[in-house]
């Protein structure tokens, strides 16, 4: 079966730093992009970030570019997420996600949405962001 453990939230600054992790087992690892998912109290799940199969290549929605940074450990079957400058907005519970071949995303109105659409998910771990 599909397993995947993400972990490494809690209670963070705004203006500081948190590393997510995602323990991946039962699949081809390196056959599948894995991406992460948030869902903040009362809002729809957004797409934040996306790392293909092999890891050559990573997205990020806009609202998290140049902040947030994916990385995949091919060796180990671990997805990391490492979090910088946290603001209140980041305040959510993060999900690890695959079963795409590919990472999927849209470009609508100048911004870049990264594909919330899975197969698969992790439990969840959440993060809070205190000013």
């Known amino acids: 079966d599909v397993q995947l453990q993400a972990s490494g939230g809690g209670v963070v600054r705004a203006g500081g730093s948190l590393r997510l992790s995602c323990a991946a087992s039962?699949?081809?690892?390196?056959?599948?992009?894995i991406g992460w998912v948030r869902q903040a109290p009362g809002k729809q799940r957004e797409g934040v970030s996306c790392?293909?199969?092999?890891?050559?290549?990573?997205y990020y929605s806009d609202s998290v570019k140049g902040r947030f940074a994916i990385s995949r450990d091919i060796s180990s079957n671990m997805v990391y997420l490492y979090m910088s400058n946290l603001q209140d907005d980041d305040t959510a519970v993060y999900y690890c996600?695959?079963?795409?071949?590919?990472?999927?995303?849209?470009?609508?109105?100048?911004?870049?949405?990264?594909?919330?659409?899975?197969?698969?998910w992790g439990q969840g771990t959440l993060v809070t962001v205190s000013s």
């Open positions: 996600a695959t079963g795409n071949p590919l990472c999927r995303g849209s470009e609508r109105g100048g911004h870049y949405y990264v594909g919330k659409t899975y197969d698969h």
């Open positions: 790392i293909s199969a092999r890891g050559g290549s990573t």
């Open positions: 039962g699949f081809a690892f390196d056959d599948y992009a």
